[in-house]
């Protein structure tokens, strides 16, 4: 459990450091071009995901999201004390990401953001965001469990650009990217309601996507 706890928070904080990170980058190089630094945070994170997956997948089976979590304490596949810790790991790695790569780009460490995110379509956008992760993670598991790493990264590579709130889909992420006042950013009040979709459709998804790919007829 402590490695599986550590290879969590590791992983999250990993994937806020790509996130945050490359949309510092991309927003300092695309000079003003939003689209040009949304490519570059999307093509980041979704190859950040594709390696922390297929690496830490083994140890602790590779969730950096406590939406994931809920799905597969939902599944009986971890015990409840297990996910609450993998929760608490998740939004710590999450936090400690951000600081870090406000030092690394020579920012103030703790900030919060004003970029406003927030609305019915956003809301809407976040629960078919998460349900699709979810989507994918189940359908991969079912069929092909190999190729997990690589449909995750894509299908969030993708969900980038074709959801309305840019597809956070994951709870620490959320609360993260709350506190960082750069071009991921969310602003702090806004973030709980993110947060309640994600887990809403997270615990509506799970039943029916394990009725979807369940072995019987």
Not at 2 to 23: I, Q
Not at 32 to 58: E, K, Q
């Amino acid at each position: 459990m402590k490695r599986a706890l550590f290879a969590e928070t590791m992983g999250t904080a990993l994937l806020l450091m790509a996130v945050v990170g490359s949309g510092i980058m991309g927003e300092q190089l695309a000079d003003g071009n939003a689209g040009l630094a949304l490519l570059a945070n999307a093509v980041s994170t979704g190859a950040m995901l594709y390696g922390l997956i297929t690496v830490l997948r083994p140890i602790s089976g590779g969730h950096f999201n406590p939406a994931v979590t809920l799905c597969f304490w939902l599944r009986k596949e971890i015990p409840g004390l297990a996910a609450l810790l993998y929760g608490l790991a998740q939004v710590a790695g999450g936090l400690l990401g951000v600081w870090a790569t406000h030092l690394m780009f020579g920012l103030a460490v703790l900030q919060q953001s004003t970029t406003a995110r927030t609305g019915g379509g956003q809301w809407f956008s976040e629960a078919l965001a998460t349900a699709g992760l979810l989507l994918m993670i189940h359908g991969g598991r079912r069929h092909q469990p190999g190729a997990v790493p690589a449909l995750v990264a894509l299908y969030i590579t993708s969900a980038y650009w074709f959801s309305s709130s840019t597809s956070f889909a994951n709870p620490a992420v959320t609360i993260a990217r709350g506190m960082t006042d750069t071009f991921s950013g969310i602003l702090p009040t806004h973030v709980p309601l993110f947060v309640a979709v994600q887990l809403l459709s997270a615990a509506v998804a799970t039943p029916l996507l394990g009725w979807l790919f369940s072995s019987g007829e």
